[in-house]
């Protein structure tokens, strides 16, 4: 099986367990056969605390991960944080724009409207409602931030290992397919990701 | 100045060299060995200010413990070893080595001194060591002012062609023997100039880390003639300057003015506690209105504390500082570092400064080589210099990969926040 080098930059322990979650997920569902290996080292390097961390370092840090660390795959995480979706592709673009082009084919970007609370709600809501057929998306995603949080994890700050606990728990049931169906910024993320995989 | 600095053994500094410049900057995460490295100093010159001979008894003084408990920890030999730019523009060379016993099981220490044309390298370094390892039962002369004595005595020939040793036999008398390996100019003569040099910057090395609320107590009256460590005799020195020292007292008024310009002058108030004259120090605004001591801010406070530092009668020639930034506010911390920097370069005192501050670290954007970088890895400390070995290599591989050149020194705090040049927990 080819091992493949990632890590990560992205803004809290929410977004780090849902991509470390969902990653070998994402393989089984496109029938590739990869092993993913995290470097941890490059992650605590670049630990950021909040979008606007995330968004100051991540275009240098692409540099430095596959300049000095031999990465095969740059995970880099944003929250949207806006409920207003039209302007998500024009934003998403920019934030690959700003990627070196020598490294961008490397770079993945996920940028979940609004939050990556947001993605666990779907997930939630499909775990709970299986038969269900009503498209919630504008439902979920109008939820503002705060609330959806609190929607998620019972309290607005949650302490990391129940957080990550509760995550692991509810990402390891996601329905892909129908994730994808109903959310556009989860799809751009599988989407991208799967062109990565075709070209390594 | 001290330039190359190598240190082994000395609690997490396993085996360490840097290249030290005017003003320096240490930074990385807490428990990287920043202190240490600080300390390491002060040991040195505790060790060469030393009164008694016996390094037993000196040992147990330092590290409070047992010779014998030292002995069991001293694995390996506790080693320093300093390059200095002399003033007459010669280089000195110093090594010291602590090893905890001989087969005898006797205090073993070995001291070497020398003066070069020509700067020093890591290598002769190596050499010297090399040779002191032949050497096990010999303390090789040395820079302990009783000693140098002896080596004046000794009426040591200054001629291109002689190149020795002087060693201190078991027997503690000196020989000098001619050691042809010692090729390259490294080790020639030791004059005045050299002793006074290296005197000069070990003397007295203290770790100033002044305490805000310490100084703002009450303080005898004027006594002091110099600062202690935490600055909590700040007051009574100002007292004493100011009779004795009029000329600095002046100084340090003027310098305060000019950094903090709400302030003109300086007032001291004599309080009685249980019986005890004591005074208390307070600074007048434009407007005449006196701030005592305890209504000043913790920023005022220090930077007062910091001026008499660098003032003091002999001020160190080597400073070590703390978080000088602490209890500064952001905005004023760009001229405090200002003023270190020209007080440096005025008064020729080699800075070591900590800091764990992104606004401070920004001041040294135009001086990479002089920040240094500090990382706890597997129990030891590595140390990196910003420019040497953190800029340099990364501008190297970025050609060779054809990526970008990242701006490193652009926001050098942030960059170092960010984790661009390490040293983040």
Request: hydrophobic share 40%; glycine share 4%.
């Amino acid at each position: 099986m080819k091992q493949l080098k990632y890590s990560l930059i992205c803004e809290d322990v929410a977004h780090k367990t849902f991509v470390e979650t969902v990653l070998p997920l994402f393989i089984r569902h496109t029938n590739e056969s990869f092993d993913f290996i995290f470097d941890a080292d490059f992650y605590y390097r670049f630990k950021a605390r909040n979008s606007k961390d995330v968004l100051k370092r991540y275009a240098d840090a692409a540099i430095v991960a596959f300049r000095d660390y031999d990465m095969d795959l740059l995970l880099i995480g944003v929250d949207y944080d806006d409920r207003d979706r039209s302007a998500f592709n024009k934003e998403l673009d920019g934030l690959y724009g700003a990627v070196n082009e020598v490294v961008r084919d490397k770079s993945v970007i996920f940028f979940p409207v609004q939050a990556i609370e947001h993605w666990l709600l779907f997930i939630k809501f499909r775990i709970e409602n299986p038969g269900s057929t009503k498209n919630i998306s504008t439902d979920i995603e109008k939820i503002i931030r705060k609330k959806a949080k609190v929607d998620f994890f019972g309290e607005s700050r949650m302490p990391r290992d129940k957080q990550k606990k509760m995550i692991v728990e509810i990402v390891g049931q996601i329905d892909i397919k129908w994730l994808i169906s109903r959310s556009e910024s989860f799809k751009r993320f599988y989407n991208d990701f799967k062109c990565f995989l075709t070209q390594t | 100045m001290l330039q190359r600095v190598n240190i082994k053994n000395y609690r997490s500094l396993k085996d360490v060299t840097v290249d030290l410049q005017q003003v320096n900057l240490l930074i990385g995460p807490n428990n990287s060995g920043k202190t240490n490295f600080l300390k390491a100093f002060e040991f040195l010159s505790t060790f060469i200010n030393r009164h008694s001979f016996s390094l037993d008894y000196f040992l147990m003084s330092y590290f409070r413990m047992s010779v014998t408990k030292i002995k069991n920890r001293m694995n390996e030999p506790i080693s320093f070893s300093f390059s200095i730019k002399l003033s007459d523009g010669k280089y000195g060379l110093y090594i010291l080595e602590i090893s905890g016993a001989n087969k005898n099981n006797e205090p073993i220490y070995r001291e070497f001194a020398g003066i070069s044309k020509k700067n020093i390298q890591i290598e002769e370094i190596d050499n010297v060591r090399l040779f002191l390892d032949d050497l096990v039962d010999f303390g090789i002369v040395v820079n302990n002012a009783h000693r140098w004595k002896i080596l004046q005595d000794f009426e040591i020939p200054v001629t291109d062609d002689k190149r020795f040793v002087l060693v201190l036999n078991q027997d503690k008398e000196l020989e000098m023997r001619k050691k042809s390996w010692l090729t390259n100019d490294l080790i020639e003569y030791v004059d005045e100039g050299f002793l006074f040099d290296f005197g000069n910057i070990f003397k007295d090395i203290i770790i100033y880390k002044p305490d805000t609320n310490r100084i703002a107590e009450p303080g005898k009256l004027g006594v002091e003639q110099f600062i202690n460590a935490d600055a909590s005799n700040l007051v009574s020195f100002l007292d004493n300057i100011r009779d004795i020292h009029p000329e600095i007292y002046e100084r340090i008024k003027f310098d305060l003015n000019e950094c903090l310009d709400e302030f003109s002058d300086l007032r001291f108030i004599k309080v009685e506690r249980d019986g005890v004259l004591y005074k208390k120090i307070g600074l007048i605004d434009k407007r005449k209105k006196i701030f005592w001591a305890e209504e000043l801010s913790e920023g005022t406070l220090y930077f007062l504390a910091l001026l008499s530092i660098i003032h003091q009668p002999n001020p160190p020639k080597l400073l070590l500082l703390e978080e000088p930034e602490k209890g500064i506010h952001p905005r004023r911390i760009h001229e405090v570092m200002e003023y270190i920097f020209r007080l440096a370069d005025e008064k020729k005192i080699q800075i070591v400064l900590t800091t764990h501050n992104t606004q401070l670290v920004d001041e040294f954007e135009d001086t990479p080589q002089s920040v240094f970088v500090f990382e706890m890895i597997n129990g030891a400390t590595e140390i990196k210099n910003l420019n040497k070995d953190i800029i340099e290599p990364a501008n190297k591989k970025s050609e060779e990969t054809g990526l970008p050149f990242i701006r490193y020194t652009e926001l050098l705090g942030e960059k170092w926040f960010q984790g661009f040049i390490g040293g983040v927990p």
